[in-house]
């Protein structure tokens, strides 16, 4: 057996051991309404039966896998990716909010990085502040963001941008500024011995002694930025973006329509990790730091 085989097998067996649960789980949840049926019409349906009828409810508490799948193609292959029953369509709304979030989120938290490893007194004062502010629920400060910037007069896009950036900053913070205090003393000595100023010992030393913990917080603040935009999306009544496709499906009772909006939604943090990686893997390979 490979290496590459090696690694893919044991997924592979995961990935088919969670499908298999699912699956029972899905006859379990689901036969509750096929009993309540049968009771009503007066017969007693088999075990095949069940399966067969949980298998393919209109608004199953628990969707099959396969029904999951159905609905993902249905309305990614099956409709054009500019009409409004497109999850394509939707995905590209979150994922615009997204990227501003997570664009503003990453600039946000490099300069507080490096004020408060240059600045005693905004270490001490900006970053409790900063882990404070992540013990606030998103839900409660989401609505509250969005009435202070419609008051304003900012609506559209900005306002889910902002609310990913605010759980996006901090994975960025606290990475780079680890990062940044990773080179050993001896590292800074031997700059002071070259006369080396502040501002090349940041860009000589510091900046990409950083990167590696630069890159695994981007990664962890892309996936944040996405359930920022998405939570954004659900106090403002949006009628598009996977967030406004989560809540029409909670309020028609469209189980199917809310775990394929999950599925796509989990599709793009994997893109945008994936995305992530590559740049990591250029950057840190050409400065010879890849592992």
Known sequence: MTGRSASVLPVAVLV???????????????ATWTYDQAARAGTTPTLA?????????????????HQVAAELWRTVAGVAPTSRRSLL?????????????FAIGTAAGL?????????RAMEMSVMPWAIASQAIPILAIAPMIIVVLNSVGVSGLLPKAVIAA????????????????????????????????????FVKLRLPASLPWFFTALKVAAAAALVGAIVGEMPT????GLGARLLSGSYYGQTVQIWAALFMAALLAA???????????VVLGNMGLAR
């Not at 088919?16 to 689901?30: P, S």
């Not at 300069?111 to 600045?119: E, P, Q, R, T």
């Open 271 to 281: 893109l945008l990790v994936a995305v992530v990686s590559l740049v990591q893997r």
């Open 49 to 65: 039966e069940v399966i067969r009828d949980t298998m393919g409810q209109d608004r199953p508490k628990l969707p099959a896998p």
């Open 111 to 119: 300069l507080l990085a490096i004020g408060i490893v240059y600045s």
């Open 237 to 240: 009544g949006a009628v598009a």
């Open 16 to 30: 088919a051991l969670l499908i298999a649960v699912w699956y029972v789980a899905a006859v379990w949840m689901n």
């Open 89 to 101: 369509y939707h995905a590209w709304i979150t994922l615009s909010a997204t990227l501003a979030g």
């Open 166 to 201: 605010y759980l996006s900053f901090f994975p960025v913070v606290v990475g780079m500024a680890k990062g940044l205090r990773s080179p050993e003393a001896s590292d800074l000595d031997l700059m002071r011995t070259y006369s080396a100023s502040g501002f090349q010992t």
